[in-house]
């Protein structure tokens, strides 16, 4: 069956632009995770929905990222005011059922910003 | 917090070679413990998980146990392929559902 999808696979952005990631998750799974993953590094935690509701977003580096998931399915994550620092690879994933379940990644999101 | 560390990579292997990749955790409580890959060009992909203390899981010839003694729960393969080139990330999802990821190991075998 399908995947996790994300779109764009690649975006570059001038320093100060807005930018705006696509997350679909897998069809009826529950919960939804972000992750940003810089180069030679593991994912790190950003955010994490059940359904429609932001349960915890501890990992958001600053009041510049937002995420949101208005019906429960699609999700998008927003960085306003990008900075270079923000260039890494933006990794979305699914869960059938609360966060203790395995997730499943899509292909990510590289970011680069100049 | 919790916390995976594991082998630093990348990791070079001849065809049929036996691989490890070690991974140790700090962690409160009983974290369930995993292993994904990621091959060139593709997402994370769930490579085999272990849920408690003794348990092995398995998958496509590979093989890791978890070790509370230790805090381990090191990769293994007895032959390596070269379809197995790939990136490997250990992880761990601890009581507060907070899922941690180690740096990542290249592993590159060749024919």
């Known amino acids: 069956g399908a995947g996790v999808s994300q779109s764009p696979r690649y975006k570059v952005a001038k320093r100060g632009q807005d930018v705006a990631l696509r997350c679909d998750p897998i069809?009826?799974?529950?919960?939804l995770f972000w992750y940003q993953q810089a180069l030679g590094q593991g994912p790190e935690f950003l955010t994490y929905?059940?359904?429609?509701?932001?349960?915890?977003k501890s990992g958001l580096p600053s009041d510049r990222f937002f995420a949101e998931r208005p019906e429960g399915s699609v999700s998008t994550l927003k960085i306003q005011r990008t900075q270079q620092e923000d260039s890494a690879v933006y990794l979305c994933?699914?869960?059938?059922?609360?966060?203790?379940?395995?997730?499943?990644f899509g292909p990510g999101t590289r970011l680069t910003v100049t | 917090g919790n916390s995976v560390t594991q082998m630093e990579g990348p990791v070079t292997l001849s065809e049929e070679a036996f691989l490890t990749i070690n991974c140790t955790y700090t962690?409160?409580?009983?974290?369930?413990l995993f292993w994904y890959v990621q091959y060139p060009g593709e997402g994370l992909q769930l490579l085999l998980k272990a849920t408690k203390a003794d348990d092995k899981g398995s998958n496509k010839g590979f093989e890791a146990t978890y070790r509370k003694e230790t805090t381990s729960f090191h990769l293994e393969k007895g032959s390596v392929q070269v379809s197995d080139s790939a990136v490997y990330f250990c992880?761990?999802?601890?009581?507060?559902?907070?899922?941690?990821f180690g740096a990542g190991t290249r592993l590159t075998v060749k024919p």
């Open positions: 962690a409160t409580g009983y974290p369930s």
């Open positions: 994933a699914s869960s059938p059922r609360d966060r203790s379940y395995e997730q499943y």
């Open positions: 992880a761990l999802n601890g009581n507060n559902n907070d899922m941690r």
């Open positions: 929905f059940q359904n429609e509701a932001q349960l915890d």
């Open positions: 069809s009826g799974h529950v919960s």
